[in-house]
């Protein structure tokens, strides 16, 4: 009998060569056996009978022939799902033993450091040409009023210095 | 250096059409032996692919044929009705008696 998807497999590894734990599960290999083939019930005419109209024994002979090409389609369809199992597991292994063999990606702590590095190396070049490290936020507003907005007081918690005036009424939008 | 190599499709399979030549040059004499294992390997689970597809095939045309071929059989060859087996075991009796 064919060997099923639920069965334990007898080797394991990349190239199949490897015993599979627990040892002893199976010893033996299965053993094969062959389905009996069906006959289909024919009914010969009977003695003085007269011919029949109708075929019977060419129906019986392709009923016979129907299922035993079913039976050994039913065999190729576990074979072939066994061998597809066993293929996509070894497939699996070798993609595993490929990711192990490939460098490993950067890590988030790694990437924040080059990202701090960047960010640093930026500042120095600045200071070196001579200018601030951060460049200066550029005022777009230079009227009295938003010159005078810009330095007032902090209103609240929430609002950081330099916020532009907004009206406090709500207007709605058209 | 991270791994920049493509394996994967759109679709979350591993698609040997997606692996970029010149990324698999970049790669260590090791790394390239095992992704020549590796591509074997899928190469085998496509065609395993295919041939399980096929069975599934074969096995529902299989069906269909040995449904019609048992439609035809039971009209050509009907089985013995219940009567008939009677009178049979009836004619049986009497002729060893």
Redo the contacts between chains.
């Keep these: 009998m064919a060997s099923f998807e639920s069965d334990p497999p007898e080797f394991v590894g990349r190239d199949q060569t490897t015993k599979a734990d627990p040892k002893g599960k199976r010893a033996t290999p299965a053993p094969v056996v062959v389905p009996v083939p069906s006959v289909a019930v024919y009914n010969p005419p009977l003695a003085g009978e007269a011919h029949p109209k109708i075929a019977r024994k060419s129906v019986a002979e392709r009923l016979d022939k129907a299922e035993a090409n079913l039976t050994s389609a039913n065999l190729e369809l576990t074979a072939s799902k066994a061998h597809l199992r066993s293929c996509e597991l070894i497939e699996a292994d070798a993609l595993s033993a490929f990711i192990k063999a490939c460098p490993a990606p950067p890590s988030a702590d790694e990437i924040y450091r080059a990202h701090i590095k960047r960010e640093q190396d930026a500042k120095l070049e600045r200071v070196a040409k001579g200018l601030p490290p951060v460049e200066p936020k550029k005022i777009a507003a230079r009227s009295p009023i938003d010159l005078a907005a810009a330095q007032r007081p902090r209103t609240s918690q929430a609002m950081p210095t330099g916020t532009p005036l907004r009206s406090p009424i709500a207007r709605r939008i058209v | 250096?991270?791994?920049q190599?493509q394996?994967h499709n759109k679709f979350g399979q591993?698609d040997l059409s997606v692996i970029d030549p010149k990324a698999v040059s970049e790669?260590?004499d090791?790394?390239q032996k095992?992704?020549s294992?590796?591509i074997s390997?899928?190469q085998?689970?496509e065609?395993?692919?295919l041939?399980?597809n096929?069975?599934?095939i074969?096995?529902r045309?299989?069906?269909a044929?040995?449904i019609?071929?048992?439609a035809?059989?039971i009209?050509?060859?009907p089985?013995q009705t219940a009567q008939q087996a009677q009178q049979a075991a009836i004619a049986a009796y009497n002729a060893s008696h």
């Design positions: 250096m991270a791994l190599l394996l591993l790669l260590s090791d790394a095992i992704l294992v590796l390997a899928v085998n689970r065609a395993a692919q041939r399980f096929s069975a599934v074969g096995v045309e299989a069906t044929e040995q019609a071929a048992t035809a059989h009209a050509a060859n089985p």
